[in-house]
Each structure stands twice: as C-alpha cells, then as structure tokens.
C-alpha cells in the first residue's frame, strides 16, 4: 500500500504562485509514476502533470499548464511537488495526486487518470482575480 498526502493549496491572487506537495509513504518502487490531477465543481477530472522515474525521469504537462507549472521530486523525502506560477482564476480546483507503482502500461497516456493505483484526498486551490 501507498499513502499519499497532499499540502500546500490555499488562496492566491491571480498571477500568484504556490506549491504543492505531496508525500508518499508506504511501500516504495524503483518504478514510478505520480501525477497531479485537479477537479473544479461541475467539471470532469482534469490532468495536469506526470513525472517517471525507472533510473531517470520524464515529465509530461497539460498544454493549459505548459510554461507555468514544474512537477519535481525529492526521492529522499518521497515527496512530490507541483511549482505552480503565474496562476489564472481557472485554475481553481482541488488539486489531487496520484501514483503507479512498477512499469507504466504500453498504449496508456499518462494523463489516464484510471491506470493509476493509489490517490490522495486532495487539496484546494483558489485563484481570486
């Protein structure tokens, strides 16, 4: 089993930043995808950003977040960040992370929300204008 926990929304003006983080704990893999996914009320769950590692890493974003937001790691902590600058009233949401744990599945993006294992409770980003 994984653990994950998220920290770090809040409210923000618009053109703002803030940093999320989300620390995993639990079984550990040399393998790895984590993801940030957000979700705004009446909307569909959204994808926003993937990194991998299997010896190195690979990044993937959403073309609305491209340029603005960084996901990174800090595998002594288990952690997972999502550097978010330049925020927009639309990128109010909860914010979730996400993880799957060994080899990701051929012919599956990664923004495939359900290919993921394990799922954190979420937290609140608010962007006012």
């Known amino acids: 089993q994984v653990q994950l926990v998220e920290s770090g929304g809040g409210l923000v003006q618009a053109g703002g930043s803030l940093r999320l983080s989300c620390a995993a704990s639990?079984?550990?893999?040399?393998?790895?995808?984590m993801g940030w996914f957000r979700q705004a009320p009446g909307q569909e769950r959204e994808f926003v950003a993937t990194?991998?590692?299997?010896?190195?890493?690979?990044?993937n974003y959403a073309d609305s977040v491209k340029g603005r937001f960084t996901i990174s790691r800090d595998s002594a902590k288990n952690t997972v960040y999502l550097q978010m600058n330049s925020l927009k009233p639309e990128d109010t949401a909860v914010y979730r992370c996400?993880?799957?744990?060994?080899?990701?599945?051929?012919?599956?993006?990664?923004?495939?929300?359900?290919?993921?294992?394990?799922w954190g409770q979420g937290t609140q980003v608010t962007v006012s204008s």
């Open positions: 996400a993880a799957k744990t060994g080899q990701w599945p051929t012919n599956y993006s990664r923004s495939t929300y359900y290919k993921y294992d394990y």
């Open positions: 639990g079984r550990t893999f040399s393998s790895y995808t």
């Open positions: 990194i991998t590692w299997s010896g190195g890493s690979s990044t």
